[in-house]
Each structure stands twice: as C-alpha cells, then as structure tokens.
C-alpha cells in the first residue's frame, strides 16, 4: 500500500475509535455525572479550548456570521448540545453496543431527509442498503425480538437514542445551507450556542432535583467528552476529509459500531450477544452497499 494512502487511513480510524469511546464514556458517567452537568461541562470547556484559535476567524467573519446567528445558533443547539444531552440520558438506560449500533441510523435518517425535502435521486442499491441498516438497528432497538416493536415495548434509553440520531440527523441535512466562513468560526458559534442552551439544560436538571455533581469517575468521563471526541476527533476528520475527500473519509463512520462494541466488552464487561453480531453485519454491509450505489450513480 502506497505510503500516501497508510496515514489517512490511521487518522480516520482513529477519528472512529475516539466517537466510539464517547458512547463507552456515557455510560461509565451514569451514576458518576449528570447527564446535564456532563453536556454542559463538555460545551464550556470545549468553547473555551477552542476560542483562541477560532477568535480571529470569527472577527474576519463576522460580518456573514452575523447575519445567520440565529440559524447558527440553531444548528448548535441541536446538533451539538441537544443531541449529547440525549445522547448521555440514553446511557442511563441501555448498554454502550446498543447505542454505537443505533447511532448507525443517522445516514438513513440523512437519506431518508434528502429525498422527502430534496428529490435527492437515489439508486436501487442505495435503497437496499439502507433498508439492510434499518433492520440491524431495529434488531438492536428490540434486542433481538422484533415482537417487542409491534408492541411498542421499547426499552426507554433506545428510544432517547433514536430520538438523538433523529436530532443529529436533522443537523446534518441542514449544514447544506451553512454560510460560507472558516471551519473554526463554525465550530465556535456552534459551540457557543450548545453552551448557552447547555446551561438552560443543566438548570432545569437541578430545578428537578437530579443533578449529580461529578466523583473522580464523573470528571475523567467528563475530561474525556472534552478533548478526544470534541476537539481530537473533529480535528482528525477534518485532516482526513482534506487527504482523502469526504465520500472515502465517511466510509470510516461505519468503524464506529464495530469499535464501540469491542469497547464496551472490554472496558465495561458488557455482553455481546448474537444478535448485536448480526446488527453490525446488517449495518455494515447496508452502509457499505449505500455508498457503493452512490458511487456508481456518480459515475
């Protein structure tokens, strides 16, 4: 293999390994953090690491910035904070591998979003693939017994976790219409409007009653979200989108599944049973079989 091609591929596999550590971290934070308190904590310290470098995009940038803050600030607030909040409340109530093989649905919700709102044209394979990736999600969603779906008795963190992948997926279908500034003013604006609805979230947790101020557990959960799935990982897959192009680069994501359930085996000692196994083989070979009918429709 080409010298050239060795270092993307590291880099985006790590970019994987470290998205998949953050399912494992929120459930080591359940009962450690709350989930509120770990969102909030996540977005001020990120905001802050990130401010430096991203200040002298934002002035130069400004101007366009300013007149999109409000759909920014959207785009944030639900793609950013709103889906870990949810995200980290799913931890509370189902395992890690549940929720890196539900997390897989989101290029369905994206397909399904681009071709209701656009009239994206789509290829027979693409439908197919994506068909395949609802089954393995649906698989893990029921664990294992599709009855329990007919029955509406779903247990209630893969419920919030399919609610957040619908969050994440309405996010990314609408950086389509993000306005043309550099990456690190994106990310700080963004950032900046996860932290302001982080807050009103944290605030209501403790209005209720329920938050849970961190241990030692709940902080190095906490440090981590921080550093490796925010600032590391965005960064990396930002580099590797750059060497390799987007389409290829994406192919990485479906790592993520694969990582996260190895993870949560080894670090947490959960069970990996049958039928998470034939979960990742529909989810992989679905989104392996989408993006291959993509590619021949371009071509």
């Known amino acids: 293999m080409p010298k050239s091609l060795v270092h993307p591929y590291l880099v985006l596999t790590t970019v ?14 359940a009962g450690h953090i ?3 308190l ?21 002035r130069a940038d400004w101007p366009v910035i300013r007149r999109h803050l409000v759909y920014l600030s959207i785009l944030g607030m639900v793609g950013f904070a709103s889906f870990n909040a949810i ?19 989101m290029p369905l919700v994206v397909f399904l979003a681009n071709f209701v ?20 999600v649906a698989v893990t969603t029921a664990n294992g017994d599709l009855s329990t779906l007919l029955s509406l008795d779903l247990n209630r963190g893969d419920a919030l976790m399919i609610l957040a992948v619908l969050f994440y997926g309405g996010y990314t279908v609408a950086l389509r219409f993000k306005p043309p500034i550099h990456w690190l003013s994106t990310i700080f604006v963004l950032s900046c409007a996860s ?15 329920m938050t849970r101020l961190p241990d030692f557990q709940g902080t190095a959960v906490a440090l981590y979200t921080v550093v490796f799935p ?25 790592l993520v599944p694969v990582f996260g359930a190895l993870l949560a085996v080894a670090i947490i000692g959960e069970a990996l049973h049958l039928y998470h196994v034939v979960a990742l083989a529909c989810v992989l070979g679905g989104i392996t079989l989408a993006e291959r009918g993509a590619q021949r429709r371009r071509g």
């Open 195 to 209: 932290l302001a609805i982080s807050v009103v979230y944290a605030g209501i947790e403790f209005a209720l009653g």
């Open 16 to 29: 994987a390994l470290l998205w998949a550590g953050n399912a494992v971290a929120g459930k080591l934070a």
């Open 34 to 36: 709350s989930p509120m």
């Open 38 to 58: 770990l969102t909030l904590t996540r977005w001020f310290f990120a905001t802050l690491l990130v401010a430096p470098f991203a200040l002298p995009h934002v």
């Open 87 to 105: 995200f980290y409340l799913a931890a509370n109530f189902t395992t890690a591998i549940n929720i890196t093989i539900e997390q897989s649905a």
């Open 230 to 254: 925010s600032l590391i990982a965005q960064t990396l897959y930002i580099r590797g989108v750059e060497m390799i192009g987007p389409n290829r680069a994406n192919l990485f994501i479906n």
């Open 117 to 136: 709102l656009f009239r994206m044209r789509v290829a027979w394979l693409q439908v197919v693939g994506f068909a395949l990736t609802l089954v393995g």
